[in-house]
């Protein structure tokens, strides 16, 4: 599974309008909705599915990153939005510090194996402190383009 493959373009943000955890999420399932890889009709039971998760316990792993992720049952093709806050986002870290770099993923119900596979890539690239450093500066879709490119290189074995 390759990073780039999971992050149509339609869906990086690199300046997120929210300041907020709440809006950041619901911005980002914005821009998968517009994408194409979720309904309208289902934006706000997977907002809601996604800070339901996040009240569990934060996917905001430190470093700067977060990962909020959900599996729906109307989702029908896996897909994550990445976004980008120059001022950064509390998302209670594990480090309690701002977030600047959010990967939202989407999946289906009925693919928890993918799921788990999607999280070990994404996870996989934002353990490294060069691509971490180079996503927060990155000022453009086409700049996170050619990063999840590299990162996709450098991690296909």
Do not use: C, W
């Amino acid at each position: 599974m390759k990073l780039s493959e999971l992050v149509p373009a339609s869906a990086i943000i690199t300046s997120l309008g929210g300041h907020d955890r709440d809006s950041v999420v619901t911005e980002l399932i914005d821009a998968l909705i517009a994408a194409g890889y979720a309904q309208a009709k289902h934006r706000d039971e997977l907002v809601g599915k996604v800070l339901a998760r996040e009240k569990l316990g934060s996917t905001g792993f430190g470093k700067g990153v977060a990962v909020p992720h959900v599996r729906h049952a109307s989702v029908k093709s896996m897909a994550a939005a990445i976004g980008l806050s120059a001022g950064g986002v509390d998302f209670a870290s594990m480090d309690r510090q701002p977030v600047y770099s959010i990967f939202l993923l989407l999946s289906p119900d009925d693919r928890p194996e993918d799921h788990m596979l999607a999280m070990e890539v994404i996870f996989k690239s934002l353990s490294q402190d060069t691509f971490r450093r180079f996503l927060r500066q990155a000022g453009s879709v086409e700049d996170v383009r050619t990063l999840l490119d590299e990162a996709d290189s450098q991690n296909h074995v």
